[in-house]
């Protein structure tokens, strides 16, 4: 019997391009982007010029392009270099579930441009890497990681890249994948949302990733059983490894649910920066004069789980320089990012440089101050009922032995240092929202809590509604004004993510790339870019992109 990477090598293998829904083309020129606006922006920082130095001293030959200066190196040099930058902001991209952007992208546009390959080619690899990370992000969602601290998505996902593009075939295809998830990196909490070591989250992954293809193109071996071995992967990086999201392959399209993110930071805080700059204009409009920090007596953030566990990690002692203000720990901090955006009026890159932070340090410390964050269960739940609409939640809950997982939340708890995992009260309220929204759902929930449950129907994701799938990560804002005066304004789903309108987040997406690329290319390139970007399909080679996205 197949192994799940070997299903999955034969699907990538023999992908045609013209299988491939034109919407979701779509989707993946505007990642390529918006990965390339991250790359700009986190280019000057201090870290990621020192990885960039670093990286480029082991320097080896080759026509893979470092941005955006544009010197030529080997693939596995680039890809470090840029998937650093692109992690420097916290601006990349995500989809369900995980951050695809740093190797579907990078590794995908360094190897295509060493080997002299065309958009078409770069775009199918592209879209493969994101079907296959955004899958072993999802396998593991009921695990001590989350988001970006997903970095060994980056190693399978370059390496199925690459072995497409190096037209291996599929039972080379499942060696590069096997050889990739062989040691796959295990990053800490500590490590990621503060100090500078945030950046080689997805860099060296992604680098690993090109080896493991270029291994198997010599026809070396790795586990093919992997994912689905009791000693494998899912006994290491879960508490209930979800094999059922290795399905759908071809039916269903995780990069259906791209977003893009317009603020620099982590993706739980968009709804509600842009809650703040909307009560921020309402106070103008009422008092015909911008909001200013002496104003504000008191904010209060109600937001979802996910917002609400990030901004206590983000808080949370330890890491690097944990009294001082760095762009990462901004980047994952609901009132230092609100404090910052307040204080200048935006939340750009240019606001995260060091020197503008470290300029205003005490303000933006007396501001936070005053800045509450509150878990609110109605986000939360707000959350799960705009997703279980578009998934098989019966099946999945299925799949789930909802008894160990209440058995292990204790540990779950210890390794995050205390977290929101539910407890019994939490779980009556899940229980009750689905009850009331979802009764199918909770029914099967309670019998398989009991083991009574239907197992002829196992989860597959060829049944979710990914096209219409939401990414709803909603916050609402409170400001308490000093004339004891309130304003409230709510956002459900950020600006450019999935479940926003689609001509919307495309001139979204279109402004962030300019606004970071015509600075350093100048408008002429930046425009050549977008509108090669747009037709990269019928390009036979990257070389005109390649030199409209670099200075030189």
């Known amino acids: 019997m197949d192994t799940i990477v070997e299903r999955i090598a034969a699907w990538s293998s023999s992908l045609r391009f013209d299988d491939i829904p034109p919407r979701v083309v779509s989707k993946a020129k505007l990642q390529i982007l918006s990965v390339m606006a991250a790359v700009y922006a986190g280019y000057p920082t201090r870290a990621a010029r020192a990885i960039r130095e670093i990286i480029m001293s082991t320097r080896a030959n080759g026509r893979s392009v470092v941005f955006p200066q544009g010197e030529r190196t080997a693939p596995t040099v680039a890809v470090v270099a840029?998937?650093?930058?692109?992690?420097?902001?916290?601006?990349?991209?995500?989809?369900?579930?995980?951050?695809?952007?740093?190797?579907?992208?990078?590794?995908?546009?360094?190897?295509?441009?060493?080997?002299?390959?065309?958009?078409?080619?770069?775009?199918?690899?592209?879209?493969?890497?994101?079907?296959?990370?955004?899958?072993?992000?999802?396998?593991?969602?009921?695990?001590?990681?989350?988001?970006?601290?997903?970095?060994?998505?980056?190693?399978?996902?370059?390496?199925?890249?690459?072995?497409?593009?190096?037209?291996?075939?599929?039972?080379?295809?499942?060696?590069?994948?096997?050889?990739?998830?062989?040691?796959?990196?295990?990053?800490?909490?500590?490590?990621?949302?503060?100090?500078?070591?945030?950046?080689?989250?997805?860099?060296?992954?992604?680098?690993?990733?090109?080896?493991s293809a270029l291994a198997a193109s010599w026809n070396l071996t790795g586990p093919l059983d992997i994912l689905d071995s009791e000693l494998g992967f899912g006994?290491?990086?879960?508490?209930?490894?979800?094999?059922?999201?290795?399905?759908?392959?071809?039916?269903?399209?995780?990069?259906?649910?791209?977003?893009?993110?317009?603020?620099?930071?982590?993706?739980?805080?968009?709804?509600?920066?842009?809650?703040?700059?909307?009560?921020?204009?309402?106070?103008?409009?009422?008092?015909?004069?911008?909001?200013?920090?002496?104003d504000v007596v008191a904010m209060t953030v109600r937001t979802n789980m996910f917002g609400s566990e990030m901004n206590r990690l983000g808080s949370a002692p330890g890491g690097d320089r944990p009294d001082q203000l760095t762009p990462v720990r901004v980047n994952f901090s609901l009132p230092h990012?609100?404090?910052?955006?307040?204080?200048?009026?935006?939340?750009?890159?240019?606001?995260?440089?060091e020197e503008e932070i470290a300029a205003r340090r005490d303000e933006i410390l007396a501001l936070a101050g005053k800045i509450e964050v509150v878990h609110d269960w109605k986000q939360t739940l707000s959350v799960f009922e705009k997703i279980s609409k578009h998934l098989p939640l019966r099946e999945l809950l299925g799949e789930i032995d909802l008894r160990k997982l209440l058995a292990v939340r204790n540990e779950a708890g210890r390794q995050l240092g205390g977290s929101l995992l539910p407890g019994p009260k939490d779980l009556l309220k899940i229980g009750a929202f689905l009850w009331a929204h979802a009764p199918g759902v909770a029914r099967g929930g309670i019998e398989h809590l009991f083991g009574d449950h239907d197992k002829s129907h196992s989860f597959d994701l060829a049944e979710a509604d990914l096209?219409?799938?939401?990414?709803?990560?909603?916050?609402?804002?409170?400001?308490?004004?000093?004339?004891?005066?309130?304003?409230?304004?709510?956002?459900?789903?950020?600006?450019?993510?999935?479940?926003?309108?689609?001509?919307?987040?495309?001139?979204?997406?279109?402004?962030?790339?300019?606004?970071?690329?015509?600075?350093?290319?100048?408008?002429?390139?930046?425009?050549?870019?977008?509108?090669?970007?747009?037709?990269?399909?019928?390009?036979?080679?990257?070389?005109?992109?390649?030199?409209?996205?670099?200075?030189?």
């Open 235 to 294: 006994e290491h990086f879960s508490h209930h490894f979800l094999k059922g999201m290795f399905t759908g392959f071809g039916r269903s399209w995780v990069s259906d649910t791209l977003s893009f993110k317009i603020y620099p930071g982590c993706a739980y805080l968009g709804s509600a920066l842009e809650a703040l700059f909307d009560t921020m204009q309402q106070f103008e409009r009422q008092h015909h004069r911008p909001l200013k920090p002496a």
């Open 337 to 353: 990012s609100l404090a910052l955006g307040l204080i200048m009026g935006r939340l750009t890159p240019h606001e995260l440089q």
């Open 467 to 552: 096209e219409n799938m939401p990414m709803p990560f909603g916050t609402e804002i409170s400001l308490r004004l000093s004339a004891n005066h309130e304003i409230v304004s709510s956002v459900d789903i950020p600006a450019g993510a999935a479940g926003r309108d689609a001509s919307e987040t495309k001139g979204l997406v279109r402004k962030k790339f300019r606004d970071l690329a015509t600075p350093l290319l100048g408008e002429q390139k930046a425009q050549r870019a977008i509108d090669l970007i747009d037709e990269l399909e019928k390009e036979d080679s990257l070389a005109e992109l390649t030199e409209n996205l670099c200075v030189a």
């Open 82 to 211: 840029n998937a650093a930058a692109s992690m420097a902001l916290d601006y990349d991209d995500y989809l369900f579930l995980g951050h695809t952007g740093h190797s579907s992208v990078l590794a995908g546009l360094g190897f295509a441009q060493e080997s002299g390959l065309s958009g078409k080619d770069l775009l199918l690899s592209q879209i493969i890497a994101n079907e296959v990370g955004g899958r072993l992000g999802a396998s593991v969602v009921l695990g001590p990681q989350n988001g970006q601290l997903w970095t060994h998505l980056h190693a399978p996902a370059a390496a199925s890249a690459v072995s497409r593009l190096m037209n291996l075939d599929a039972g080379q295809t499942a060696q590069a994948i096997a050889i990739s998830l062989y040691q796959p990196p295990f990053a800490m909490w500590p490590g990621f949302m503060g100090p500078d070591s945030k950046l080689f989250s997805a860099a060296f992954p992604a680098r690993d990733g090109i080896l």
